[in-house]
């Protein structure tokens, strides 16, 4: 998909300030106590989503995620279609005080592909 340049700059902006990590690394994390939460539409979580992911799309999740996470110390792994959505609301929780957002770089591209069990 190609993304319009003021989008792309508020993207790069946000990946400045939050920590992302790929598909590799967060297979080698899977053991630690985090929640995985996907920030797609709801179209696009309806057609297929990372079985034990939490739906929480960008367009609520600010207004949403305290009651969802309350503990703004647990470790969020956030994807989207491809990690600049996540990267634009990782860098909002951690505004909002969260201290380990991720955005997942590759998102639902990278995870469809990774082995890891797919629902839909």
Request: net charge negative.
């Amino acid at each position: 998909m190609k993304h319009n340049e003021g989008f792309l700059r508020l993207v790069a902006d946000a990946k400045t300030r939050v920590q992302e990590i790929d598909i590799d690394t967060y297979k080698t994390q899977l053991a630690e106590p985090h929640v995985l939460v996907d920030v797609r539409e709801e179209s696009e979580w309806n057609a297929g989503h990372v079985a034990g992911a939490i739906h929480l799309g960008k367009g609520i999740i600010e207004r949403d995620v305290e009651t969802q996470i309350p503990d703004k110390s647990t470790k969020i792994v956030l994807y989207c279609g491809g990690g600049f959505r996540s990267a634009l609301v990782a860098d909002n929780l951690r505004k909002m005080g969260y201290t380990h957002p991720i955005s997942l770089d590759g998102g639902w591209r990278a995870l469809k592909d990774s082995g890891l069990p797919l629902e839909s």
